[in-house]
Structures are given as C-alpha cells and as structure tokens.
C-alpha cells in the first residue's frame, strides 16, 4: 500500500520537476525565501548526509534513497519543495560524530535524529524542527520496573542510553537515578544490554522506543518483550537538520520546512510513520 | 596557522569546554570525566594484579616439565596463543554481553565492569605469561643446575631461584605491557561503563565538542608518563649494569 | 663411602667415560688430574646425578644411586658440589646463598641455619661480608662462599670441579687453603684440578682420567714420585713442573 503511494507521488511530480531541473545551475529554481543565495556541494544536487545503520521508523530497511520511513520522505518532500527531483537527491554516509567534526563536510545537510540544543547550535546550524521528540523509558516486561507509571518510582533502576544522546540528559536531570547511567557506543549495544538484564531501562525518542519493543525486543514468533511504560513530558526538544557552520543554506530548507507544515504535509507523513506513538501515558 | 586552524582550536582546545567536561553537569547529562577517569584508575589497578597472578601461574605451568601436567601445559600454550592473536575488544564484546545472556545464575548478573576486569585480565595475562616465559628463559642453566645442586627441588628452584631472577629480567617488558594495560582500560566503554573516554564522547555529542577528548588524553598522559619514565630508568640501568659487567 | 663401578656414560655417540672405578673412604681426600676434557667434570656431575649414566653402578652409603625409588634431591643433600663458575645467586646477598638450601630444602629454621652460616663465613674469611651481593665479591670470595654454601648443607661428602679454573691466578691461593683446611677437618673431598702441587700436598690419593678411562689410582706420593702407567708418566711429563 505505502509503496503504491510511493511510486504515484514520484510519478506526479517526475513531470513538474522536469523544467526545474533542466534550469537549474548554481542552484534549483525555486520561489521559496532564502533559496535564491542558496549554494550547494554540487550543483544541481542535493547532497544529505546520514549514518549507517539507520533505523526505523526513521529509514526503512536501511535504505535512505528509498523514500520511506519518516526523515527519508521528509528529505525527499523538503528536497522537492526545494526545486530538486527525487534523482537529484544524493546520500552520503556521515557517521554521527563526523556529522559536527570542524572541516569541511560532504553534505549540504545531516539528517539522523538530531535534537536541537544551544550547545549543540555554537558549532553547527540547525534547521527548524521538523520533528517535536518525547522521549520515552524502555523496559523489559518481565522487569520490576513494568509497570512503573511516575519518574520517581524509576529511581532504583539502572539505566543505559546510547552515548551522546539527548536521553541521558533525560536521566540525569529528571530522574535522577541511584546508579550511574551507563552509556552504549551504539543503540543495538544498549538493546542488548538490556535484554541480558545489564541494564534495566533505556531513554529513546518514543518512535525508537516503540520500534524497540515492536520489532527488536521479541520473540522469533514476533511476541513483544519489552514496553515502553511511558514518556516524558515535552520539554520543546526536537529535532533539526545539521548545517555545516554559517551555511548558505539554512533559510532555504527552514522556508521549505515551513512551507511543508502550513501544506500539511509533515503532519501527513507524521501520521503515516509516526501515528502509533501518541498513544503512550506520560511519566508522572 | 591552517586556514581551520581557529575552529579545531576551538573544537579540540577551549578551555571552557575543557572544564565543563571535566566536571560533568548531571543536570545536561554529562558525566565528568574526572569520576570516569577514576574507574580507569582502579580497573586497571585491579587487572593488573590479577594479571600478574595469572600470567605468572600460566607461564610456570607452560614452562614446567612434570608430566602429570601435561595437558595444562597443552591448554596453557593454546590459551596464550588464542588471546595474544584476539583483539581486545573482541574479548570485551564476548564476555561482556555473551556472558550475561547465558543465564548461567550468578556468573551472569555480575556488572559490566567485572565482566570489563575479566575481559583485560584474560588478555593481558596471556601477554604477560609470554613476558615471563621469555624471563624464566633468560635465566642460565647453572642456575638451575646450582640450585639442583644444593638439592632444592623443582617448585623451591623456581620460586627461590630462578622466578626472582626471570622477573627482574623482564621488569621494563612488564611495565611496558602495563602502559598498554592502562590506556586499554579505554575499551572498557564498549560495555556502556563510563570510563573518561566514554564521559568526553558523551560531552562531545552532546554539545558537539570534542575538548573532553583532550581532557581525557591528559588524565591518561598524567597516568602513563611516570611509568614509561620508570620503565626508561630501569632499562637504563640494567644498561649500565651490564656494561660494567662486559669491562 | 662413594663407589663407582665400571661408570660408562655417553653423550649422543661420543663416549665420555669408559668404566670407571673408583672408590672413596669416609674423611679421604682424592684428586682427579686429567687434561681437559678428559672426563673429570662428567664424572664429579654423574656422582651428583646432574647427568645420569649409561652403565655401572655408583653406591653410595651402600645404596646404588640408579634405583628408580631413590629420591634425587635427597641424595644432592648429601653431595655437595662446587662448580668452576661458581655459580652463586645474583639476587641474594652472601649469607641468603648460604642459607637458601639448608631453609628451603632442609626445611631448617632460619635463625639456626643464619647463626651457622655467619660462622661459615668466618672460617672462610668473610665474616664481614654477609649482606654484600656476588657481583660485589672477588673471583675468589665468590669461589669460598659457594663453597660455603655446599657446606651449609652439611653433605658427606663434597665434589669440587676445577673451582679455581676461573680465577685470576693471585685468587686461587686462598681457595686451595680453604680447601686444605677443610681437608685438615676431615672432610671427604673429590677434587677435580690441575693444581698439582695442591694435589700433592692434600690429597690422600690421586688419580689419573684420560680419555675417560681412569688409568692409574694411587696414593699422592707414589703417584707423583713413581708412576706406574706410561699415561700418567706422560701427563706429568707435560704439565709445568712442580717445585
């Protein structure tokens, strides 16, 4: 069904973008605000960046060129709105760290569930949100901690995160637990800490969490082990696109990012990625 | 002065980030790496006499002769030939999470960092077993033949003998492996502990960064630099020594 | 005390020693004489079971040393031997040499065994020098102290090979004296040397290994005034005169 969507969008839009792409040079043709100073890594494409692996409901089976999974169809709406067709946008791998290193970058921009912060913001530009994040605590069901409706009663429970992740920050700040969090160099570490009872919970991003406990943590027969027993309160996280530092193209793609919310259509590929995640309780 | 050379300044050297990484904020969710480098400290104090231990028993039973203990000898030469050839990592990723997703009751719900000790232990000792065999080797027949003479018998010879002389040989290969031991504490951030390393990519992600690298860099700096400049002193003057002895 | 019957021992095709037979008394003397590689050291290392021999017998106290059941280390208790190279402990002082075997394969307390080795060092002249390290000793303190050190272990009986081959040649008076001091005491001594004057004036006997046969056993005046065998005729005929 999603696929059949798929390949109609691209039709439809294959023939209005034919003129764009022949008359664009330096940059696509577009009427947005900002666009026209805009410059790119190389012209007349649209160079993003992201990490491998990447995860759904993110990406779909790590294929970011494939136009499904949330920030993959955002990239390709942005990038249309933009004045690129879906063949002129180019994917590159950036690993996460990479993604902020000083030097010049290989993207014009990063996308890779990256939440905005002020410190974050001194060394990289971001983009507007295209996201608002909640984040949630990931438990197995056989845990003590399952049924665990407030922050307070998380206290005594030994936490893990993949590291640099703005989840931490959750636990530290909010919880505030017993035993020193334990940080994961990657997210599968973590989940696999988690299922040899390592640790007891994990702080993801809710469409992460709620992929975990879907698809991750069960059994062959696909039975859940794990459930997400609620997220926090929105503190106004979310997440951004990453720019190289005083990039041209910012006001291009936040003029598109905005253009995309008043048409509707981050609200549309929200509900058709992102729907199921309403539905868990927040943390008291 | 590079044409980037005022951001990676900025990037690897800001005093401001420096510190702020080096105390943590728990209320943005930085540890510091000053409590990250203190587990570095006692891990590798740990390993490093369960090291010695063990990497001193597997070299004896290798280099012994008794022919009851032949199989040990057998496993002893397979044990050191398989971790010296196995990435250090590898070793931390098997006992790390292979281990406690056994379910083998208690052996499984020990922390990470006992697995992590374990990990470096079984490592290391296999390094430094090799390191006292080639001490033990060091040490000259007659000695062996000395101490025979005076009708010592195999274990009182070995212990009397020719083990405090095999590891006087050895003691700058030793602290060499030691230094390694040291900075390899790093690794133990694989298993999600927050060691100074793990605490400065913490810092680095979160705030895009990377000055709690350098922080890091220097803590280890300050650990392994008096050791190397111990190990130098000691080969220097078996040096000496040995020059005095040749004239 | 010590008797070798018709020893043969080999190394890979190379025959060392050709039935030897020999016998030591209780507070006897023997010196061995030979050129170089004649066998001596061999001998003096098979008596004390460092090497193991080929064929023979060696008797001692009237038990043959190739019985499976004897216990080796227990019968070094009681030979001692000194080697050419000293071979003392670098890591221990003087006195811990001394007392390494007499504590550690004795089992002996250390107070005793330390109490008895501080009067060793003073018969051997190095009283004061108990917590100095070999390299800090002379060719020749070295040579007394491991002579010492057999000592210390109370043997029956003490196998010297060549132990003052190694020293400077102003060094080796004060080892022959300490050895004839000990041979003064009574101490049942197989010594394997080229010092033929020494050999004349201590040893009860001498005897004559060339090529690994032993060719001419006799006490010491007879041996050197008038010799029977035409090897050791020669052998005397080759070595410096002594006086």
Known sequence: MRALRLALAGALSATALTAATLASTAGATTTLKGCDSATYKTSGKLTVGTDNPVWEPWFSNNKPSNGAGYESAFTYALARKMGFSKANVKWVTVPFDASYAPGAKSFDFDINEISYTPQRARTVEFSKSYYNVQQSVVVLKTSKYANVTTLAGLKGAKFGDQVGTTGMTYITKYIKPDAKPRAYNTLDLAVAALQSKQIDAI?????????????????????????????FKSVGEHFGVTFQKNSKLVACVNSAIAALKADGTLKRLSNQYLSDYTAVPLLK | MAPGGRAVREFFLSPTH??????????????????????????????????LIFGLAIAVVRMSSSPILTPLRFLSTVYTDFFRGIPVILVLFAVGYGVPGMDLGWISQQSPTVYACISLTITYSAYVAEVYRAGINSVATNQLVAARAIGLRQGATMRY???????????PPLLNDFISLQKDTALVSTLGIVDATQAAHIYGSLNFNFAGYTVASLLFLLLTIPMTRLTDRLINRDRVKRLAFIS | MIELHNVHKQFDQRTVLHGVTLELQPHEVVCLL???????????????????????????QGQSLLDDRIDVDLVRRHIGIVFQAFNLFPHLNVLDNITLGPQRALGRPKHEVESEARELLGRIGLGTRSGDYPDQLSGGQQQRVAIARALAMQPDVLLLDEVTSALDPTLVGEVLDLLSDLALQGTTMLIATHEMQFARDVAHRVALLDA???????????????????????????VPKTQ
């Open chain 3, 212 to 238: 690994g046969r032993l060719v001419e056993v006799a006490p010491a005046q007879q041996f050197f005034d008038s010799p029977s065998q035409p090897e050791t005729v020669d052998f005397l005929s080759r």
């Open chain 2, 18 to 51: 420096a510190w702020r990484a080096f105390i943590g904020d728990p209320s943005e969710g930085l540890s510091a790496i000053w409590e990250g480098f203190l587990t570095n400290i006692w891990m590798f104090i740990v390993c490093e006499v369960l090291v």
């Open chain 3, 34 to 60: 030979g050129t170089s590689g004649s066998g001596k050291s061999t001998l003096l290392r098979c008596i004390n079971l460092l090497d193991r021999i080929d064929q023979g017998d060696i008797i001692f």
């Open chain 2, 161 to 171: 003998v020719v083990l405090p002389q095999a590891v006087r040989n050895v003691i």
């Open chain 1, 203 to 231: 702080v993801v991003d809710t469409p992460t969490g709620n992929y975990m406990v879907n698809v991750q943590i069960t059994t062959k027969s696909g039975k859940a082990l794990a459930k997400q027993i609620g997220q």
